[in-house]
C-alpha cells in the first residue's frame, strides 16, 4: 500500500546549515554565539548571519547567559519553546500514554491510561487511544505555535514506509492496520508511525545522556530483553527497524520455550516471568522463602525479595543477571560502546544483585574493552510506554529540526 500524500510533517528549516546550528544549540543550549562557532564548526560570520535568521524566524530565543556580566547582557541562545509542538502516543502491555513536546524539548501536556489494550477489538482500541488524544488536543488548545505532527510508537512489527502497523505479539486483532491513515484522517495532521523500540534509544540520548555520548547501548529489562543502539552517532534501527531482538539470542541447549516460539532464548531464562517461573520450580522442590507465604507472585516481587535479603530470590536473580552479563559482554565485544545503560527495574534487586551483574559482563568483555567503558542503571523509569512516548517526540521534533535534501 502506498503511503498517504496529503499530509506531510511540518518542516521547521529548509537548509543544511540552519539544521546543523539548531542541533547544536539543542545540544549545548544556553549556548553564546562565540560558542557555538567552536564547537559547530562554522564560521562566525555565517553563524552571526544565520542565527539572526532564526531569531527572526522565531526559532531561537536569547536567555541571559548565566556567567553573564551586567544585566543587559542576553546573549544565550536557546530553541524557542513557542516555535510548535508535536502530540506522541504510545501503548504496549502496560497501557497507553499520550504526551505534548515542544520546540525546546519539554513536555508540556501528559496524560497516561492503566488499561488493558490486549484483548480489545481492533475499533474498540483505536477509540480508546483516540479518547486520550482528544484529552491531550484539549490541553495544548491555547499553547502558541502549531501542532507540526503527531507520531505513534506501536509496539509490534510496522511497515514505516507504508505507515502500517503489521502485527504485534502482545495486541490481539491488530493486522495490518493503517495507522497513518487512520489518524490523519482522524486528526487532520501529518503522522509518523514508529516502532516503539526505535524509539527508546531517543529518548534515552536526550533526556538521559543529554547527547554526550556517540557510543552508546540501552538495555531494555522487564516482561522481555531488547536492546537499543546508537553507533557513531547514529541511531541504529536496521531492516524494517527491527535491530535490538537480542532477548531472542540463543544461550542455553537446556530445552526453554520462548514466547517468540524458538528454544533457549535469553528472555526465556533471563526476564522477569523466568524468575518468577524459576522461584516457583524452587518452591515446589521445597525451597524456603519469603515468597512462599505470597498467595502469587511475579518477577519483580522476586526482584524486591532478593533486595530484602531473601537467599532464594537473591541465587535466583544473579543465575539470570549471570546470562543477561553474558549477553552484554558479547554485544560490548561487538560494537564497543562507550556507555552501557540497563533498563532501572534492574536496580529493584539491590546493590549485590547489580553488582553481580556488572561483574558478569566485566567477566566476558575483552580488557580493552572494559578500560573506557561505563557500565549504569538508567535513571529514567522503567514505564516503556512513556519512554517510547517521548522518544516518538523527539522523532518527530529531530524531524522536523532536520533539513532534507529530497
Ligand atoms: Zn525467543
Redo the contacts with the bound molecule.
Keep these: 500500500m502506498k503511503k498517504s500524500n496529503n499530509f506531510k510533517l511540518h518542516k521547521l528549516v529548509n537548509n543544511r546549515i540552519p539544521s546543523e546550528i539548531l542541533g547544536c544549540i539543542r545540544k549545548w543550549g544556553p549556548i553564546s554565539r562565540a560558542r557555538l562557532a567552536e564547537n559547530c564548526g562554522v564560521s562566525r560570520p555565517a553563524i552571526t548571519r544565520t542565527v539572526s535568521a532564526l531569531l527572526q524566524q522565531e526559532l531561537l530565543v536569547e536567555t541571559a547567559l548565566s556567567d553573564s556580566k551586567g544585566p543587559r547582557r542576553k546573549d544565550g541562545l536557546v530553541l524557542n519553546p513557542e516555535a510548535g509542538y508535536c502530540i506522541a502516543i504510545a501503548y504496549t502491555v502496560e497501557g497507553l500514554n499520550v504526551i505534548a513536546m515542544d520546540t525546546s524539548y519539554t513536555v508540556v501536556a501528559e496524560t497516561s491510561r492503566w488499561v488493558d489494550l490486549h484483548p480489545m477489538t481492533e475499533e474498540e482500541r483505536l477509540q480508546t487511544i483516540f479518547e486520550s488524544v482528544d484529552d491531550i488536543l484539549a490541553q495544548t488548545r491555547d499553547l502558541k505555535g502549531h501542532c507540526l505532527g503527531l507520531a505513534v510508537a506501536d509496539p509490534g512489527v510496522i511497515d514505516h514506509e507504508a505507515g502500517i502497523a503489521k502485527w504485534s505479539s502482545i495486541l490481539q486483532h491488530w493486522h495490518n492496520v493503517p495507522i497513518v491513515d487512520i489518524f490523519q484522517k482522524r486528526f487532520q495532521l501529518p503522522v509518523l508511525l514508529l516502532n516503539g523500540a526505535s524509539t527508546y534509544i531517543r529518548a534515552i540520548d536526550r533526556l538521559e545522556m543529554r547527547e554526550q555520548s556517540e557510543n552508546m547501548f540501552f538495555v531494555q529489562f522487564g516482561a522481555g530483553i531488547g536492546c537499543c543502539f546508537k553507533l557513531g552517532g547514529i541511531y541504529i534501527s536496521g531492516n524494517a527497524m527491527l535491530a535490538g531482538e537480542f532477548?531472542?539470542w540463543k544461550v542455553t541447549d537446556e530445552p526453554v520455550q520462548?514466547?517468540?516460539g524458538?528454544v533457549g532464548?535469553l528472555?526465556?531464562v533471563a526476564a522477569l516471568p523466568a524468575i518468577a517461573n524459576n522461584a516457583r520450580a524452587a518452591l515446589q522442590h521445597g525451597s524456603e522463602s519469603v515468597l512462599a507465604d505470597l498467595e502469587s507472585f511475579t518477577g519483580y516481587d522476586v526482584l524486591d525479595a532478593a533486595a530484602q535479603g531473601d537467599r532464594l530470590s537473591f541465587r535466583i536473580v544473579c543465575e539470570a543477571f549471570d546470562q543477561l552479563g553474558q549477553a552484554i559482554g558479547g554485544l560490548i565485544n561487538t560494537l564497543a560502546p562507550e556507555v552501557v545503560l540497563i533498563e532501572e527495574v534492574v536496580g529493584r534487586a539491590g546493590p549485590d544483585a547489580v553488582a553481580s551483574l556488572f561483574q558478569s559482563i566485566k567477566r566476558n568483555i575483552l580488557p580493552s574493552h572494559s578500560e573506557h567503558l561505563s557500565l549504569r542503571i538508567s535513571t529514567v523509569e522503567s514505564q516503556l510506554a512513556r519512554i517510547a512516548c517521548l522518544g516518538a517526540a523527539v522523532t518527530t521534533l529531530d524531524t522536523c529540526f532536520e533539513y532534507d535534501s529530497n
Design positions: 532477548g531472542h520462548c514466547r517468540c524458538g532464548c528472555e526465556a
